[in-house]
């Protein structure tokens, strides 16, 4: 139920809004001045305040910029009487939601109220997915490989040492490296993820570094490389090793002078950049193959971050089970489903593959397919074949 407060050192006046406001389905709390308003406002986050400008003790105009600075969600609506509609005019410009005149016009009062309302949930929903969209995604996972990997980044990400992570497809080194971001001073700058597998090797060196217009048939116009872009950020170079000879010549001539030049430039730009760089491959082995170069090699991995896969740290099934049981389950809108423990041990048991995203598939299939609880039967007939 939405919560109004009533502040007016008029009783008669907060008797007629109470009762009002109250037919109309609102929850409604009344103070007979600024202070006792006060001493509500910060008891109770309410949905909207109506507060008279001329109250003893702490007048509307000191109780609204007291409210703005605690709760600048909470929208507050003037009462104004004679001769303080200026007054009621500079609140608004102050912060105040509106104003309404004394005696209060009741159907315009009440669509004051319900904007203001509507207005009030609109922002904290936006906030919710603000949060939500933004927010980096927890590493999950108490086993010693996982602990071991969280120490790391809590002493690694505040340097500026460029770090290799290694592991499976999808074993969680994305996120590794966004935690790295996240917990660096670089956080407030970007984050650009790039995948060298992804990009024909023709193009890498345009993506990379960017290029003036003209320098190559598709070059129409001038192109802002990814180095640049995350210019006082981190670059996320996925996939490493798939790139071509040539790129990783241009990286390590990037890396160890701190400057770049877009393809078809003459001038150098001077970038500041850490790199975070990951791969599913053995670089050591591919260095010996001649597909990768062992002094960029050297130079990407200062530190060395391999992530198991999910066959090497069994312990954390149970915790990435519950996990993805709650996340999918909010994402349908349904109750979380129960597991029952002999379910749990036969998840445990099964020879995964690397990814991550294997176990998560599997959970949302067993959410699909089983009832309430879901069983070992389930497990067995819905998720482990053979
Ligand atoms: N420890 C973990 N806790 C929770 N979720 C995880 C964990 N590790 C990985 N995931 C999730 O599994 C998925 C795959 O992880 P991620 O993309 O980081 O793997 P990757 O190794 O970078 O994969 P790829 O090699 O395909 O780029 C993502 O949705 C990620 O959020």
Known sequence: M??????????????TLSEILGYEGFKVDEAADGEEGWKLFCATTYDAVLCDIKMPKIDGLEFLSRATEKNPDVPVIMISGHGTIETAVDAVKK??????????????????????VDKNSLAKETKVLKRKVNRVQEIIGESEPILRIKDTIDKVAPTDARVLITGENGAGKELVARW?????????????????????????????FGHEKGSFTSAIKQRIGKFEQASGGTLFLDEIGDMSLSAQAKVLRALQEGKITRVGADKEIAVDVRVIAATNKDLLKETEAKNFRLDLYHRLGVILIHVPSLNNRKDDIPLLVNKFLADI??????????????????LQQHNWTGNIRELRNVVERLIILSGKLITAEDVKNFVLPG
């Open 2 to 15: 939405q919560q109004i407060l009533i502040i007016d050192d008029e009783r008669a006046i907060r008797k």
């Open 95 to 116: 912060g105040a939601y509106d104003y309404v005149a004394k005696p209060p016009d009741l159907n315009r009062l009440l669509i004051t109220i319900r904007n203001a």
């Open 180 to 208: 790295l971001h996240e917990k660096s001073n670089r956080s407030n700058g970007p984050l650009v993820e790039v995948n060298c597998a992804a990009i024909p090797s023709e193009l890498i060196e345009s993506e990379l």
């Open 329 to 346: 389950a909010e994402d349908y809108g349904q109750a979380k489903k129960s597991i029952d423990p002999a379910a749990m041990v036969a």
